[in-house]
Nanobody, 122 residues
Framework: QVQLVESGGGSVQAGGSLRLSCLAS????????MSWFRQAPGKEREGVAS???????SYADFVVGRFTISQDNGKNTLYLQMNSLKPEDSAMYYC????????????????WGQGTQVTVSS
């Protein structure tokens, strides 16, 4: 059974940094995509960044140059380094995974973590 557990969220001031982690267990896919999504109150869940089994990455326009997604296969861990944080980055951040190519819609992912809250104050 696949489980994803996020950690690393918290409260920071604008301009600060956080690193989110997502520990995957029970994962046994040679082809996969792992992504970070976020959802703010009253808003739809939106994609932030993705990385696939070939280490190909993609980013939403609003995080380009500020966020970096990476993975450590030896530790079964996905990361999201978030720099230059803005108040509009405040949201619940979710780790998601699928045993196929990356897709943009959250509907395309069948494994989800419980989320970790990020709050950025001005």
């Amino acid at each position: 059974q696949v489980q994803l557990v996020e950690s690393g969220g918290g409260s920071v001031q604008a301009g600060g940094s956080l690193r989110l982690s997502c520990l995957a267990s029970g994962w046994d896919y040679s082809t996969y995509c792992m992504s970070w999504f976020r959802q703010a109150p009253g808003k739809e869940r939106e994609g932030v960044a993705s990385i696939d089994s070939d280490d190909k990455t993609s980013y939403a326009d609003f995080v380009v140059g500020r966020f970096t997604i990476s993975q450590d296969n030896g530790k079964n861990t996905l990361y999201l380094q978030m720099n230059s944080l803005k108040p509009e980055d405040s949201a619940m951040y979710y780790c998601a995974a699928v045993g196929s190519s990356c897709v943009s819609s959250p509907l395309g992912y069948n494994y989800w973590g419980q989320g970790t809250q990020v709050t950025v104050s001005s």
